[in-house]
């Protein structure tokens, strides 16, 4: 099962601290609050614009990538773009701007429940690979850069994601070039 989520799917919350905004793409199980205590998983993206301490979620972990911008500092730690950074909901993170506005994208999970792992793959423009699914577990495939194609019928513009779940393989390929996000998420 594969469903589309484009941006204008998005639904534009403030963040828990309320010190900006972000996109929720997807929270599972659906329908669920959030920041609430019955969500499992919740992927966003949001713009830093400013230096500002991250929210606090105890008892989750977090992913977190830079898609656009040129980094953020996070605890004195550089992240540049298109490395997942890995950590604690409940560190205190105190986050200052590199050079200029940043866009994230983010996964939030509750650790005892849930697995998760993110990768980033990037395509030059006529090429295709080959990407393999567990049918246990729900993956999200971002867009991150160009104009994806998943199994020659699911079109991925700049932004925008699949939900994939019950299915073993898939043929990702572009004509642009492009660089995606896979995000896999799995019940413990």
């Not at 713009?47 to 004195?76: E, K, T």
């Not at 105190?94 to 994230?104: F, Q, R, S, T």
């Not at 990768?119 to 991150?144: M, N, R």
Request: aromatic share 10%.
């Amino acid at each position: 099962m594969i469903k589309h989520l484009k941006k204008s799917d998005y639904r534009i919350m403030p963040w828990k601290n309320g010190l900006g905004s972000t996109a929720q793409i997807d929270i599972f199980p659906e329908g669920v609050s959030f920041p609430g205590e019955d969500f499992l998983w919740r992927v966003s993206s949001a713009m830093i614009a400013s230096a500002a301490p991250f929210s606090r979620f105890d008892g989750c972990h977090r992913i977190l990538v830079v898609w656009r911008g040129a980094g953020l500092r996070l605890n004195g730690q550089e992240l540049k773009p298109h490395i997942p950074y890995f950590f604690a909901g409940e560190t205190p993170i105190d986050c200052e701007l590199l050079d200029g506005e940043v866009i994230d994208l983010g996964v939030i999970y509750r650790r005892q429940q849930v697995e998760a792992e993110m990768v980033v793959g990037s395509l030059a423009a006529g090429d295709a690979t080959q990407l393999q699914f567990e049918k246990s577990s729900i993956y999200y495939l971002f867009c991150a850069e160009g104009r994806l194609v998943l199994n020659k019928n699911w079109t991925l513009e700049d932004g925008e994601t699949l939900q994939i779940q019950k299915c073993e393989s898939g043929e990702l390929s572009t004509s642009t070039g492009g660089c995606y996000y896979l995000i896999k998420l799995q019940m413990k």
